[in-house]
């Protein structure tokens, strides 16, 4: 069965710096890779989609890496802030109309 | 962009008793539901999908007699979680999709209930 792995359970880095996060998966590569933002006590919240045929992907200060060989995305946030301080999802879409699978997260903290 | 509620947002019950969770989608018309449950420091495990006004598809492991799901419309879908027992305090969310185009349409989450059995 598909497994995704979010290396890090925990990440801590300092205000300002870039934050990067993994996401490994095995078997077949997704049609789309999305991650997710989730707080504590509150539902995920999509934060940007990457095709398997797209190699990076940016929003704002996200940006999103999708390498089908070495089965990975990363997930950079640069010049990161405190309030981006969040549990975060990397997911699977098989299809359009496919169930999401979702990793186990990665507790990200921002200190100041 | 579009927003999913969840009712309640906590819910304590006593053991035995069988509790009803809402979820709506308040601007978009949602074809298809899931509900989540979630455990502390895990990840979201898929429950059941639901289209409107059909039955829903449960996930193995899931028992449907246990966790009723019904989707009358496109705007609710509902989750009872019958006699339920202190084993079932979780986290449960929900999500809607919309009607489908050529890019996969979002998952958009409610803000998830918090359901404590004692």
């Known amino acids: 069965s598909q497994k995704i792995e979010q290396n890090s359970e925990a990440l801590n880095i300092q205000e300002g710096k870039t934050a990067t996060l993994t996401c ?6 997704p ?4 991650w997710y933002r989730q707080d504590p006590g509150r539902g995920p919240v999509f934060l940007l989609l990457i095709r398997e045929n797209e190699k990076e ?7 999103v890496t999708f390498d089908t060989t070495l089965k990975q995305s990363l997930f950079h946030i ?9 549990t975060y ?3 699977l879409l098989y299809s359009s109309a496919s169930k999401i699978i979702f990793g186990s997260g990665t507790r990200l903290s921002i200190r100041p | ?16 008793t069988s509790v009803k969770i809402e979820c709506r989608s308040l601007d978009f018309q949602a ?10 420091k895990q990840s979201l495990m898929l429950m059941a999908t639901s289209n409107e006004g059909s039955k829903a598809t449960y996930e193995q492991g899931v028992e449907k007699d246990k966790f009723l799901i019904n989707h009358a419309s496109l705007t609710l879908s ?3 979680v019958t006699s339920a027992h202190p084993e079932d305090s979780s986290f449960y969310i929900c999500s809607a999709r919309g009607l489908a185009g050529g890019e996969p349409d979002t998952q958009y989450f409610g803000p998830g209930t918090r359901l404590t059995v004692l």
């Open chain 1, 89 to 91: 999802l990397c997911a």
């Open chain 1, 57 to 63: 992907k940016r929003k704002e200060r996200l940006k």
């Open chain 1, 24 to 29: 490994n998966y095995t078997n077949y590569s």
């Open chain 1, 78 to 86: 640069t010049a990161s802030q405190p309030a981006d301080s969040a």
């Open chain 1, 31 to 34: 049609a789309y890779l999305q």
């Open chain 2, 31 to 40: 074809t298809t539901m899931f509900w989540y449950r979630q455990f502390p």
């Open chain 2, 1 to 16: 962009g579009a927003v999913v509620s969840q009712h309640p947002s906590r819910v304590i019950c006593k053991s035995g």
């Open chain 2, 78 to 80: 509902t989750l009872t």
